[in-house]
Structure formats: C-alpha cells, structure tokens
Nanobody, 124 residues
Framework: EVQLQASGGGLVQAGGSLRLSCTASGFNFDDYDIAWFRQAPGKKREGILC????????YYANFAKGRASISSDNAENTKYLQMNSLKPDDTAVYFCAAGYCRLDRLAEDEYPIWGEGTLVTVSS
C-alpha cells in the first residue's frame, strides 16, 4: 500500500522552529517529487515548497522563501521540512504530498499521493 505520513507537529513558541518528517511506505521517494502544503483553520490549503527528485530543483511559496527548507534521509525514505522564525499565522495542519513539482506554482492537483497531516500550533 502506498502511504505518506507526516509527523513532528506540536506546540511551538513564536520565533521558534519546526522540523517535520514525511515518511513514505510502499514506494520510493525517488519515483516522485515531494511537496509540503499546509491548511490553517478556516483557510484553503496552500503550498509551501516542492523539490524535484531528478535534479533537486525547488520551488518555494513567497512566504516560505528564506524561512523554509527541505532535506532528505534517503536511507530512511524520509523527507524533512524545516521552518524558522515561526509566527502565530503559521499555525496549521501540515501535509506532505508526492507527485510533480512545478517550478512556477504549487498545484495540489499535481500530487496524487497525500499523507495525513500533522498539526503545528504557534503560540504568541
């Protein structure tokens, strides 16, 4: 069974950082591009960043530039999202997804595989 699982959420103070994990089972990350999305309470889901599995090229949403990064542990088939300088507006459920990383926008419909999200709450 093809699955993704995001984990590592919790309560973070404003100004702090988060590091979320995305673990794949049933498929290899090398076969797909990976993206991170988030959905804040009462808002539409929005993309954060994505990475192309072939050449490592990346696309970032404007709010994520300079604050977010993605890294990998290939041995564990896991990708990580690091975000710094967190603000209460970053409170959201964070999702990872596997699909196709466009380099002009983050499009949900390009990602056929989604994991359950993990909640991050940023306190002021």
């Amino acid at each position: 069974e093809v699955q993704l699982q995001a984990s590592g959420g919790g309560l973070v103070q404003a100004g702090g950082s988060l590091r979320l994990s995305c673990t794949a089972s049933g498929f290899n990350f090398d076969d797909y591009d990976i993206a991170w999305f988030r959905q804040a309470p009462g808002k539409k889901r929005e993309g954060i960043l994505c990475i192309n599995s072939d050449d490592g090229s990346q696309y970032y949403a404007n709010f994520a530039k300079g604050r977010a990064s993605i890294s990998s542990d290939n041995a564990e088939n896991t990708k990580y999202l690091q975000m710094n300088s967190l603000k209460p507006d970053d409170t959201a459920v964070y999702f990872c997804a596997a699909g196709y990383c466009r380099l002009d926008r983050l499009a949900e419909d390009e990602y056929p595989i989604w994991g359950e999200g993990t909640l991050v709450t940023v306190s002021s």
